[in-house]
């Protein structure tokens, strides 16, 4: 620990001196530090959106990102460039060479921070990358807010097994006397550590209400992450209005489309792309797609794709207790599970519920390569026949219309996004993110192969 706390403190040190070769550009006072199990990336937005409505010039920094690696860097809606990402990518290489502990995420943060500072944003919006307590974003003294979104299970191989333990690295993040936002639904187990860790700093501990709160056509989730983001906003005095910009694709999101091969126009379905990836993320997915499309009216088909170092018996469960019929995608990601495992991961009593790829085809194996696109295809083809009355499902009422929904991973989530694009491009705007997929970026350096 002696040595984690040591490399971190290197961390922290160079990052304040990013900081501080802004002169007046990033004072801490700019800064709003989010973290979290999940929520963090949307609740960035949420609050992103409120301040660029309000007239704000706001720098966000977020991770991972879906189709290009320029969303992680933003101002306003507007991506970083690929010239200046390139630009600052190579200056950010030569001023991390003397450090032993950069990696991908870090050299991400140098070039965030001096391309904010180039820009003299009026706030900086960080989400922190694994953790808090030891996260390169925690260089920060004094910042605006602390906010720290739900706490579940992730990542246990480095923050530990308890949620406890969890939230102790998630709760580091507060500074003393700062003002720090949660949600009343955090886990008990998480809410003592926060509360503690609020004391010792001697912070302002503002548990926000979501018990009451409801918004017609929205998810929970989406609900909870508002909420909380609302409460911020109030904090600082800034009117909610510019919420209505939010963009954060692969939360819950939903496009009506035409299945490819079909002359009606009316042969379209819905399709929902989540990127939740753990137990209880994947449960919320469950719940908010039966709270909108109810068991009565709609069969459920989910298409899972998820990562080999994640809890999949979870997240297996709580989708095939759910949903009608499940299908196993394999994303490209080098760390995505493998359909072949993922199928032999499923209980004797569910297998019913698979729905297999053609006959000519088999199931990938690692290495294999991605299939989400391709199993999306055969999806609505199949969802097609059921409307047209070609193929009837054995079990429910052929009458019921189809959702379905991609999840288990943002990767798989984003691959998805892309297949919709082939499928048809007008579900996106010009400006989507799908449309700036990354070009082959090279950067001339020792260290150019983080």
Same mark, same amino acid.
């Given at each position: 620990?002696?040595?984690?706390?040591?490399?971190?403190?290197?961390? +922290?040190?160079?990052?304040?001196?990013?900081?501080?070769?802004?002169?007046?550009? /990033?004072?801490?006072?700019?800064?709003?530090?989010?973290?979290?199990?999940?929520?963090?990336?949307?609740?960035?937005?949420?609050?992103?959106?409120?301040?660029?409505?309000?007239?704000?010039?706001?720098?966000?920094?977020?991770?991972?990102?879906?189709?290009?690696?320029?969303?992680? +860097?933003?101002?306003?809606?507007?991506?970083?460039?690929?010239?200046?990402?390139?630009?600052?990518?190579?200056?950010?290489?030569?001023?991390?060479?003397?450090?032993?502990?950069?990696?991908?995420?870090?050299?991400? /943060?140098?070039?965030?921070?001096?391309?904010?500072?180039?820009?003299?944003? &009026?706030?900086?919006?960080?989400?922190?990358?694994?953790?808090? *307590?030891?996260?390169?974003?925690?260089?920060?003294?004094?910042?605006?807010?602390?906010?720290?979104?739900?706490?579940?299970y992730d990542h246990q191989n480095?923050?530990?097994?308890?949620?406890?333990?969890?939230?102790?690295?998630?709760?580091?993040?507060?500074?003393?006397?700062?003002?720090?936002?949660?949600?009343?639904?955090?886990?008990?187990?998480?809410?003592?550590?926060?509360?503690?860790?609020?004391?010792?700093?001697?912070?302002?501990?503002?548990?926000?209400? +979501?018990?009451?709160?409801?918004?017609?056509?929205?998810?929970?989730?989406?609900?909870?992450?508002?909420?909380?983001?609302?409460?911020?906003?109030?904090?600082?005095?800034?009117?909610?209005?510019?919420?209505?910009?939010?963009?954060?694709?692969? *939360?819950?999101?939903?496009?009506?489309?035409?299945?490819?091969?079909?002359?009606?126009?009316?042969?379209?379905?819905?399709?929902?792309? &989540?990127?939740?990836?753990?137990?209880?993320?994947v449960k919320l997915c469950m719940?908010?797609?039966?709270?909108?499309?109810?068991?009565?009216?709609?069969?459920?088909?989910?298409?899972?794709?998820?990562?080999?170092?994640?809890?999949?018996?979870?997240?297996?469960?709580?989708?095939?207790?759910?949903?009608?019929?499940?299908?196993?995608?394999?994303?490209?990601?080098?760390?995505?599970?493998?359909?072949?495992?993922?199928?032999?991961?499923?209980?004797?009593?569910?297998?019913?519920?698979?729905?297999?790829?053609?006959?000519?085809?088999?199931?990938?194996?690692?290495?294999?390569?991605?299939?989400?696109?391709?199993?999306?295809?055969?999806?609505?083809?199949?969802?097609?026949?059921?409307?047209?009355?070609?193929?009837?499902?054995?079990?429910?009422?052929?009458?019921?219309?189809?959702?379905?929904a991609v999840c288990g991973s943002?990767?798989?989530?984003?691959?998805?996004?892309?297949?919709?694009?082939?499928?048809?491009?007008?579900?996106?705007?010009?400006?989507?993110?799908? *449309?700036?997929?990354?070009?082959? +970026?090279?950067?001339?350096?020792?260290?150019?192969? /983080?």
């Open positions: 620990m002696d040595a984690v706390k040591e490399e971190f403190n290197r961390r +922290i040190s160079f990052f304040k001196s990013i900081v501080r070769e802004s002169g007046s550009c /990033l004072t801490d006072s700019k800064f709003i530090h989010v973290s979290g199990t999940k929520g963090k990336g949307s609740t960035c937005e949420y609050i992103a959106a409120a301040l660029r409505g309000h007239g704000y010039k706001v720098g966000v920094f977020t991770s991972p990102h879906l189709h290009t690696t320029c969303e992680r +860097i933003k101002i306003g809606r507007e991506l970083i460039s690929h010239k200046d990402f390139v630009r600052l990518g190579q200056w950010a290489l030569e001023r991390t060479s003397e450090e032993n502990w950069v990696n991908f995420f870090d050299i991400l /943060l140098t070039m965030a921070l001096r391309y904010f500072s180039e820009k003299n944003v &009026d706030y900086v919006i960080l989400e922190t990358g694994i953790g808090g *307590r030891l996260d390169s974003t925690n260089f920060v003294d004094s910042p605006r807010a602390c906010v720290i979104t739900s706490v579940s480095l923050l530990g097994n308890s949620l406890k333990e969890i939230a102790w690295h998630k709760a580091g993040i507060v500074k003393k006397e700062s003002e720090v936002f949660t949600t009343s639904n955090l886990h008990p187990d998480a809410m003592e550590v926060l509360q503690r860790e609020c004391e010792v700093k001697q912070a302002a501990l503002h548990v926000v209400d +979501i018990s009451a709160r409801s918004e017609k056509g929205s998810f929970g989730v989406e609900i909870e992450n508002r909420t909380l983001a609302s409460a911020v906003c109030a904090h600082l005095k800034v009117p909610l209005d510019g919420m209505e910009d939010y963009f954060w694709p692969c *939360r819950m999101e939903t496009f009506n489309v035409q299945s490819p091969g079909s002359r009606c126009c009316d042969a379209r379905h819905t399709v929902v792309l &989540d990127g939740s990836h753990n137990g209880l993320s719940q908010g797609l039966r709270a909108h499309y109810s068991a009565d009216e709609w069969h459920l088909w989910v298409l899972i794709g998820t990562g080999r170092d994640k809890n999949v018996d979870n997240m297996l469960q709580e989708i095939l207790e759910t949903a009608d019929r499940v299908m196993p995608v394999q994303a490209r990601h080098y760390r995505a599970l493998s359909e072949m495992d993922m199928l032999a991961k499923v209980p004797e009593p569910y297998q019913h519920k698979l729905m297999l790829p053609c006959k000519h085809e088999t199931l990938a194996k690692a290495g294999d390569g991605g299939t989400v696109g391709k199993r999306l295809l055969t999806a609505l083809e199949r969802a097609r026949l059921h409307t047209s009355g070609e193929l009837a499902l054995k079990s429910g009422n052929k009458n019921k219309s189809i959702v379905i943002l990767f798989a989530a984003a691959e998805a996004r892309e297949a919709l694009l082939e499928i048809d491009s007008n579900l996106f705007t010009d400006d989507d993110w799908v *449309r700036f997929m990354d070009p082959d +970026i090279v950067m001339h350096s020792s260290k150019s192969s /983080l």
